[in-house]
């Protein structure tokens, strides 16, 4: 069975100090992997995916198969970072998504 | 247009009672997807349909949860005979099926007394 773990229910960190989400995974094939967040008031909305390689909002994430994990990482928080964040898992292709349980992230001023 | 949407945004129903939740998801997407989520969780996967097609259903609790998406494109997830932990916000989500980004609407919360 494909789970998803965020080990991380709360993180609050200092503006200006650097930021890692923690999401692991378990997965027989191999997946795609997702961060979507979702901030005060507002719909889930996706901030990466691993095959885009792509740095959005200033964070980065590298899918380790080795590890089996998918950590969201930012140099340099900010305070409008702060927001849930879920780590997602697909099978490929249109499927359903299996999510973590989210990691509330509060950045202090 | 405009994302996805949903109604109502909120509804209470008494344990007993059917109730029936509505998806417009972004137009020209052909999948559609129903999540649940209990407070403090995740979104849990429900069930997904490409066009009319229901084509995983593998999420829906019970036999008392029907989704339909009849032309395509509004979809309706229906819950008969409430029951108190069917309490929880109802996602829907949307993609173009050529990339894998689904796009969420702001949900239903249901709360059963």
């Known amino acids: 069975a494909q789970r998803v773990t965020q080990p991380e229910k709360l993180l609050s960190v200092f503006k200006g100090a650097p930021v890692e989400l923690k999401c692991n995974y378990s997965y027989s094939g191999s997946p795609e992997l997702f961060w979507y967040v979702q901030y005060s008031r507002q719909r889930l909305q996706l901030l990466l995916r691993h095959i885009s390689r792509e740095s959005i909002k200033g964070f980065t994430a590298d899918l380790n198969k080795g590890e089996t994990s998918f950590h969201l990482k930012k140099p340099f928080a900010q305070e409008e970072d702060s927001a849930m964040y879920y780590c997602a898992l697909s099978g490929g292709g249109a499927d359903g998504l299996t999510f973590g349980k989210g990691t509330h992230l509060i950045i202090q001023p | ?113």
């Open chain 2, 1 to 113: 247009g405009a994302g996805v949407s949903q109604s109502p945004r909120y509804k209470v129903a008494k344990r007993g009672q059917d109730v029936a939740l509505r998806c417009d998801p972004i137009s020209g997407h052909v999948s559609l997807f129903w999540y649940q989520q209990a407070l403090g969780q995740g979104p849990e996967f429900l069930t997904y349909f490409q066009n009319e097609a229901q084509l995983d259903k593998s999420g829906l609790p019970s036999d008392r949860f029907f989704a339909e998406r009849p032309e395509g494109s509004v979809s309706t997830l229906k819950i008969q005979r409430t029951q108190q932990e069917d309490s929880a916000v109802y996602l829907c989500a949307s993609s173009s099926g050529t990339v894998n980004e689904q796009f969420f609407g702001p949900g239903t919360r249901l709360t059963v007394l």
